[in-house]
């Protein structure tokens, strides 16, 4: 089948995207206003923002490190703790700072160390996120070392987001990060309630490629990818139209030297090539035309807010995009820099 050698859409959105603060901020920040119009940003701090002043604080941070001529929305989100504040969580969507709440198992991931030990210490909180309209955001892993760490995601769907969803019956969840089919069916079965991300280097590798000739740390992220048949059913659910699924990056950068090391970081920066590797997996599904719907439609709809009117053109060309990017400032002395994702399989996207 013949392709276009280009595509028009909407400007797209990144539902999930880990900007950071500081100097890797400074770094980062521009290659996702680039691509994208508004993002839901991750909380993931040290300390992590569980307070509307400190929402408010970093979105400042956030539009100050944007440059002056790109338009850029950061939609923020609250961390979720053990007795995490019903009445802060509440304001702070009434005052417009809230966008949702993510919630992190403890110690699922990066940075999630002051995550939730229990549902039941959330229960409050979820409560009143259910009266203000205010989604959650999961990351769907459970933590238990005795679950071998490619059945994380299904295990977490039945021990904990089935209950949470019978518990919270009007609270509206996004899986973030969806990387098995298990994950794709439960947001199939529940299409009232639940929305499902799906990140660009999930729909291009299955775990081979973190193995592939030796350990590769710039493929390994959490949830970390699965078998081929997953993969298969990521790309399967990204490009077939149901509104349930929609684009999120799960853009994490971490330093090179933090990632090639022995204990290396999970996370993936894919900020500048996001919307390249996109196109080309919509293109090799023969489904360019469901590539706006699942970037620049989908999302909004689940969250109550307007697509944007601005169109953007993507063209079929060789991938331009740098290998790295580098973070001034972020150890005094030394040059530090972020590797940036590239799929082993030709991106013939640009953007
Ligand atoms: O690989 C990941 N990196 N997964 C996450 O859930 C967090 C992220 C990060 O913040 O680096
Ligand atoms: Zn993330």
């Known amino acids: 089948m013949s392709q276009p050698s280009s595509i028009t859409i909407r400007r797209p959105d ?28 991750m909380p993931n701090l040290v300390p992590p923002v569980t307070k509307v002043a400190e929402a408010a604080a970093y979105r400042d941070r956030i ?9 850029f929305e950061p939609l923020m989100t609250c961390y979720l703790t053990d007795g995490a504040d019903p009445v802060e969580l509440a304001r702070g969507k009434k005052e417009g700072v809230w966008v949702a709440a993510k919630l992190y198992p403890a110690h699922a991931t ?55 969803l019978k518990r919270h019956p009007g609270l509206k969840i996004v899986l973030e990060h969806i990387t098995t089919r298990e994950g794709v069916a ?13 990140t660009p280097h999930h729909l291009s590798y299955n775990r081979n490629a973190i193995f592939k000739g030796g350990i590769r740390p710039h493929f390994y992220c959490l949830p970390i990818a699965k078998r081929e048949e997953h993969r298969l059913a990521l790309r399967r659910a990204a490009t077939s139209g149901n509104p349930a699924f929609f684009l999120g990056t ?35 599904e023969g489904k360019l035309d469901r590539l706006e719907a699942f970037a620049s439609l989908n999302g909004p709809r689940f969250y109550g807010l307007p697509a944007n009117e601005e169109k953007v053109t993507l063209r079929a060309a060789t991938l331009d995009a740098p290998e790295t990017v580098e973070v001034p400032g972020l150890s005094p002395g030394l040059a530090k820099t972020i590797t940036v994702f590239r799929p082993d399989t030709p991106v013939g996207w640009s953007f």
């Open 63 to 71: 539009r100050k490190a944007i440059p002056a001529d790109l338009q």
């Open 186 to 198: 439960f947001v199939e079965a529940h299409p009232d309630r639940m929305g499902g991300t799906i």
């Open 14 to 41: 990144d539902w999930h995207v880990h900007l950071r603060d500081g100097p890797m901020l400074a770094a980062c920040a521009v290659h996702t206003a680039r691509q994208f119009a508004r993002a839901i940003i």
């Open 110 to 164: 990066t940075n999630s160390a002051h995550g939730v030990t229990s549902m039941d210490r959330v229960a409050k909180g979820l409560e009143a996120m259910e009266k203000a309209g205010m989604p959650l955001l999961v990351h769907g892993e459970v933590t238990d070392p005795d679950v071998d760490i490619f059945d994380r995601e299904a295990v977490f769907l039945d021990k904990v987001l089935f209950p949470l």
């Open 250 to 284: 799960d853009t994490a950068p971490h330093s090179t030297d933090t990632k090639e090391c022995a204990c290396g970081c999970a996370g993936i920066f894919n900020a500048p090539v996001a919307m390249q590797v996109y196109a080309q997996v919509f293109a090799e």
